[in-house]
């Protein structure tokens, strides 16, 4: 295989045409719930970003970035991506992946959920210099399809990396006092929250405001609001009683109440 040059566009497959899978399995029973949580609790902030509703969420999608055979060599499939300004459908048709050569704009962040060492989501391998011309997963984010943030996070350290790309190269980010990482163009921090999410508890990768408060996940927010609802329910009924005692008071001391 061979990096393509620049053929026309028409010649190229779009993603309907390109595999939506390249088969493999996702690789623990935390991924599923751990996107789920990146995505629910970040709607709120991208509706806002947002407010026309063009942006993309990609979780465990393929970002083809050259054209190869087979098709799925010239791809990568980040755990969760953003992609800022670019509608959710094409065409009226869901996204099945992420096509470079038929889009204007790079995904603004990347994030890979470590399971193994972390050599596949740190491989800088060059397909220029590998004899395989396989490039590694770092490289392509970086130098391919240059995605501006890049997190890589492992469960198993409680940890989280995350690059940034300046002058054509990743430079790794310092946290903040919060032990945060920024991303500016969100307006949210990254880090680790310790806690439980549905059945597991475990060092979850969380996002949180500017000013540290961690966004909550569809879940958490609606159970907020419930325990809102049944306090505010329970000072109602506090109230009524109140209000019965003080009735019956007055009732005692030959006063009607409803006559007041």
Not at 80 to 85: A, E, T
């Amino acid at each position: 295989m061979t990096l393509t040059n620049t053929p026309s566009a028409i010649a190229l497959p779009d993603h309907t045409q390109l595999p939506e899978s390249d088969g493999t399995f996702v690789k623990n029973f935390q991924e599923h719930p751990q996107s789920i949580l990146l995505t629910t609790s970040i709607a709120p902030i991208l509706n806002a970003l947002h407010p026309d509703g063009r942006y993309a969420i990609g979780q465990d999608c393929g970002i083809y970035w050259r054209l190869t055979e087979p098709p799925e060599q010239g791809a990568e499939a980040p755990d969760w991506f953003y992609v800022p300004n670019v509608p959710p459908l094409i065409d009226g048709q869901i996204r099945r992946s992420y096509v470079m050569w038929k889009e204007i704009v790079a995904p603004l962040i990347a994030i890979e959920f470590v399971s193994g060492n972390g050599s596949e989501e740190r491989d800088r391998t060059s397909p220029f210099s590998s004899e395989s011309s396989k490039a590694g997963k770092f490289w392509v984010y970086e130098q391919a399809i240059r995605i501006p943030y890049y997190a890589i996070y492992e469960v198993q350290r409680a940890a989280v990396e995350v690059y940034e790309l300046i002058a054509n190269r990743y430079q790794r980010c310092s946290p903040n006092e919060r032990g945060h990482y920024p991303i500016l163009p969100m307006g949210v921090e990254l880090g680790i929250w310790q806690g439980r999410v549905g059945n597991q508890t475990l060092p979850w990768l969380r996002w949180w405001d500017n000013d540290g408060n961690l966004l909550l996940s569809a879940e958490e927010r609606a159970e907020r609001e419930q325990q809102r609802a049944e306090r505010e329910q329970q000072r109602a009924e506090r109230e009524q009683q109140r209000a019965e005692r003080l009735a019956e008071k007055l009732r005692e001391l030959g006063i009607d109440p409803d006559a007041m």
